[in-house]
Structure formats: structure tokens, C-alpha cells
């Protein structure tokens, strides 16, 4: 299968720093990525869906100064937490899609970011 | 407001014996439908789907139901294996909006015991 990468795994910062999460798609490009987020025992949460060569689209409730996205090339797309605070901390996962089919988006190993 | 509902959050059962996990859904503009495993510290990967134009779709040891007028689907696993413990999510999409972004469920842990 597809192998879509994520860095860093984990990540502590301190309240009012940035934090930068990376997806890039190892074996393919991908015109399309997807940013989720999980808290616990609960469902992935879609964020935005990024689009390479143009803004992102994000979901009702994101904030899009709060959770920047970019998708500068077909293999990486970034999420941005600026001005991270302690409600942040989270689980993010990207998916990057190959092909047109839903079960082609292949998703990467996830990111744990803890707020102090 | 949860579109996609998972409401089993566990589930235990012997090795060998059938492992049955459920989802529910209420947005009828849901047309697609997916399962995903996720084990510890790895991204969710596809199992099987299912369009809304069938009941019932197979591979191997894992059978999907969809029941459209109850917006139920089924996720069956026969016979369960020790390495199919794992949390499980639900997924659908909507085709007619163009968008292949998915609405998960919360997931049930499966654990099949030797």
C-alpha cells in the first residue's frame, strides 16, 4: 500500500508557542490531503481538506488563522498550530488521497501534540 | 452532532468465534461507506467499503451489511484472529458533493482472545 509519513510523532510545547506537523506522501502525489483530529475515545474530527496549489477548505468550527495549512507541492502538506494553547493538545492525522476512490486516501501515523 | 455513531466502544470475543461490530449513521446523504482498523500508534487503514447500491459486500473473512432504511451498517469478522485486535472505525462520505473527505465513528476496540 501507499506510505504516508508524518513528523514529528510527538510533540511538547509550551502554551503561546507554534507548532509545525508535516504529511508527505512517500510513493505518490497527492493533489489532495486531509488534516483530522482525534481527542480521546472519540471519533477523527476532519479539519481541512488541502488542496496543493490552493487554499485550503476548512470545516464549520476551524479556525483558519488558528490551524494554517499548506500544501506547497504534490508530497507535503503542513499544519501550523500557532499560538498553541493547553485545549490544542490532541491527536492530528493527515490523509493523502490516490485516485479518485475514498478508500484510496491513505492515512499517516498520526501526531500526538500535548499544550502545556 | 455525530453523523456517524459507533456506540460499542469494546468488544471481546473468543478466537474463532464471529466478532460483529456496528455503526450507525444519520445523514441520508451518505452514499459510501468504510472500515478502517487502527492499531496503537499507526494511521487507520482500509479494510472494506461498501456503496449504498448494495446490501453486502465480502472479502475474505470480513463481511460488511448495509441497511440502508435502518442507516445501519455491520461489520462482520469470521473467524476472529488474535491479530485483528484492534480499534475499528466506521467511516461514510457523501459522492454527490464531490468530496471524499470522510465522517468517522468513534471507533470499538476489538479484542479477540486465544
Redesign the interface.
Same mark, same amino acid.
Given at each position: 500500500g501507499a506510505v504516508v509519513s508524518q513528523h514529528p510523532s510527538r510533540v511538547i510545547c509550551k502554551s503561546g508557542t507554534s507548532v509545525k506537523i508535516e504529511c508527505r506522501s512517500l510513493d505518490f502525489q497527492a493533489t489532495t490531503m486531509f488534516w483530522y483530529r482525534q481527542f480521546p475515545k472519540q471519533s477523527l474530527m476532519l479539519m481541512a481538506t488541502s488542496n496543493e496549489g490552493s487554499k485550503a477548505t476548512y470545516e464549520q468550527g476551524v479556525e483558519k488563522d488558528k490551524f494554517l495549512i499548506n500544501h506547497a507541492s504534490l508530497t507535503l502538506s503542513t499544519l501550523t498550530v500557532t499560538s498553541a494553547h493547553p485545549e490544542d493538545s490532541s491527536f492530528y492525522i493527515c490523509s493523502a488521497q490516490r485516485g479518485g476512490r475514498a478508500e484510496t486516501q491513505y492515512f499517516g501515523p498520526g501526531t500526538r501534540l500535548l499544550v502545556l | 452532532d455525530?453523523q456517524?455513531k459507533?456506540n460499542s466502544?469494546s468488544l471481546s470475543v473468543q478466537e474463532g468465534r464471529i466478532s460483529i461490530l456496528n455503526c450507525d449513521y444519520t445523514n441520508s446523504m451518505f452514499d459510501?461507506f468504510?472500515w478502517?482498523k487502527k492499531y496503537p500508534?499507526? !494511521?487507520?487503514?482500509?479494510l472494506i467499503?461498501i456503496s449504498s447500491i448494495k446490501d453486502k459486500n465480502e472479502d475474505g473473512r470480513f463481511t460488511v451489511f448495509l441497511n440502508k432504511s435502518a442507516k445501519h451498517l455491520s461489520l462482520h469478522i469470521v473467524p476472529s484472529q488474535p491479530g485483528d485486535s484492534a480499534v475499528y472505525?466506521c467511516?461514510a462520505?457523501a459522492?454527490d458533493t464531490g468530496?471524499?473527505?470522510?465522517?468517522? !465513528?468513534? !471507533?470499538t476496540r476489538l479484542q479477540v482472545q486465544p
Open positions: - | 455525530q456517524v459507533q466502544p459510501y468504510l478502517y500508534a499507526e !494511521g487507520p487503514t482500509f467499503s472505525f467511516a462520505s459522492s468530496r471524499r473527505a470522510l465522517t468517522f !465513528g468513534s !471507533g
